[in-house]
């Protein structure tokens, strides 16, 4: 792999890049990902701390999540109709009220299941809208030979907050309450459409005089006509349904099997660290060849699922975790980097949105299947099963020329 990776002159340094208009990008979505890490850790526990009961918390949790797969294709089509910059702030304003909203049931002790679903629903609605802009607004913000350099700064930021921010809303929940920790989270979306009013407003949209089924189709064509596309997300939708299930479903039973609650949890940590130290080491980092790269580090993800399947140790599995986290890393830059540089700029949030719709789906699938799996076939069997497929599933576009020789 010594002709994969090299080393280059920064196009852009990284200090003008922190210091321009993507800073402003970087520092909102940087307050946004804070948030969103803790919400799920706030609600969770909230909901837990105010009522006690599990099937509330599922409710809760189910009323977001489906509306953010139901309208994570409208959302794309949204972000290619108008102003990204626009569609940004308002959306974080909107979430930052239903979070307070949520608050303020939980901080008046007026706990009501039915108005704790309702604005858990809004918030997911609202982050189908969101995450379409978000990938979609960086070719708007630097050129594109700094694609990659920016997109590996997401990434940085991205992971750093995943591992401080359940952290930090676990501490608010014990301190403060949960009312306390979801008011802080309100707080981070309203931070954040400040930070994004300071972007650039862009080009308006040409208007198309078209309905919005009429574009959603049209982007569903630009999906399906780019080949490299539809096969590097049925990739990712693959590895997703082997590897998200047995992962967390399987591998805590495997890890707490043999080394308690503190293995997996060291395990866990260890896979944020090597996630986290890719990430960063890839802003200096140029592949010739992202597709074909991409793939083969992201087969080492599933390094970590073979290593549950021959030890099941921690001390066996966090190293694998560790080198799988690099690879995910590199596969998630260099997969985001093309996507953007490569699909038309009107197109690129519509196309966005198809790929996280197919990739998403897999998972709920794989977490019903692993644990029944698990039991009927042993769960350090299933595990190596899935490692295996889940290299396999990365390195299948590679059958592909296109994928093999695209280069940046």
Partial sequence: MTDTVRTSELPTPVRELLTGRFAWFLAGRTVDLAGSSMTTVALS?????ATGSASDLGVVLAANIVPNLTLLLVGGTVADRMRRRRLLVAANLISGALLAGMAALLLAGAYHLPALALLSFGTGAVSAFTAPALRGIVPELVPRHDLFRANALLASSQNTVRIVGPVVASVLVATAGGGWALAVDGLSCWMAALAFLRLPGGSRPPA????????????????????????????????????VGP?????????????????????????AAGLLVMSVVAVRLVFRRPLRDGRIWGALAGLPLLALGWSGTAWVVAPAAFVGGLGFSVAAITWESTLQEAVPQQSLSRVTAYDDLLSFLAIPLSQLLAGPLGRAAGAREVCTLCGIGCIASCVLPLLDRQVRTMES
């Fill in 45 to 49: 526990l909230a909901v837990l701390q």
């Fill in 208 to 243: 198309s005089g078209q309905r919005l089924l009429r574009e959603l189709a049209d982007g569903w064509a630009v999906f399906r006509s780019l080949r490299w596309v539809v096969l590097m997300a049925m990739s990712f939708a693959l590895v997703n349904a082997f590897n």
């Fill in 247 to 271: 992962w967390n479903v399987l591998g805590p039973e495997v890890v707490m099997g043999q080394d308690g609650a503190v293995g997996w949890g060291a395990v866990q940590a260890v896979r």
